[in-house]
């Protein structure tokens, strides 16, 4: 059974990565709202740390995959050819551009126009991070990567981790989250999505296929961990949820276990996506 475990460290950084750039979407969002009274505000700039502290925990994660430390840097020697780095640079820049706007305006350096304006520009940044991070599985020699599946999925990731982990970090602020009781219904549309593509692409495996092996066999049990894969989202996205729905603003305490809830789902998920590599050999057909 292809798990895609031997992976693990990629699992985790790309999970955390869309996550996090997603969650920082969501925050910024808040914050150039203007409605968050000034303690609010500086509470919620506060907490935005988890942020930064689980992209730099991912990015240690990235450079585990490289063998040594060391040899991370070597990812930045094709910037612009190569998908690898492009992805490299956009998670980086998004990381120091975010990370110093946070280190400003928690020692109240920051000017408030200068840093609506640098929100926005840290928000463009998480979207090509979100985006750059699935390109560098458009590999045309592996089959099973080299569908609009790749790029839906790990989209999916930012939409479904991404609203969690932001209403995690603004409800241990403060914020009262049914100010923002819409947001879940982008968590909703994003795992009725991804059914629909869990659905279609197993549909699809069974069509590929390679000299010496089939797609569907690389991890026979794709049906049972992709059903509680969106079994671990929909109880996440429940510990949100029913709260709203109860008209209370939903306690630290479940909200954490929504997110590790999510962030367990998704990880499920992206290991069968690496379990699912398969080179063309020879040949393929699909």
Not at 17 to 46: C, D, T
Not at 225 to 247: D, E, N
Request: contains cysteine.
């Amino acid at each position: 059974m292809g798990s895609g475990i031997h992976e693990w460290p990629l699992m985790f950084f790309t999970t955390i990565g869309q996550s996090v750039a997603g969650a920082f979407i969501v925050m910024a969002a808040v914050l150039l709202s203007g409605k968050l009274s000034p303690e609010l505000n500086r509470k919620v700039h506060y907490s935005m740390f988890g942020l930064w502290v689980l992209m730099g925990v991912g990015f240690l994660l990235s450079m585990m995959h490289m063998g040594t430390p060391l040899r991370a840097f070597n990812a930045f020697n094709r910037l612009g050819s190569s998908s690898l780095s492009n992805e490299i640079a956009a998670g980086s820049v998004f990381f120091a551009a975010g990370g110093f706007y946070w280190l400003l305006a928690v020692l109240n350096k920051m000017p408030a126009a200068l840093g609506k304006l640098w929100l926005l520009v840290v928000m463009v940044l998480a979207v090509v991070f979100i985006y750059a991070i699935p390109q560098v599985y458009q590999i045309a020699t592996v089959p099973t990567w080299y569908t609009p599946y790749t790029t839906v999925h790990f989209v999916l990731t930012a939409l479904l981790g991404g609203p969690v982990l932001a209403a995690l970090l603004l409800r241990i602020a403060g914020f009262d989250l049914r100010c923002i009781s819409w947001l879940p219904l982008v968590g909703i549309v994003a795992l009725v999505a991804s059914a629909v593509a869990v659905t279609s692409q197993a549909f699809d495996l069974a069509f590929i296929r390679s000299s010496v092996q089939s797609a569907s066999a690389l991890v026979p049990e794709f049906g049972l961990y992709m059903g509680w894969r969106l079994v671990l989202l929909a109880l996440g996205l429940t510990c949100w949820i029913l709260p709203l729905v109860k008209r209370t603003n939903p306690p630290v305490i479940m909200m954490l276990i929504g997110f590790v809830l999510v962030l367990s789902g998704e990880i499920i998920g992206r290991g069968i996506f690496y379990g699912l590599h398969m080179t063309a050999g020879m040949a393929y057909l699909s």
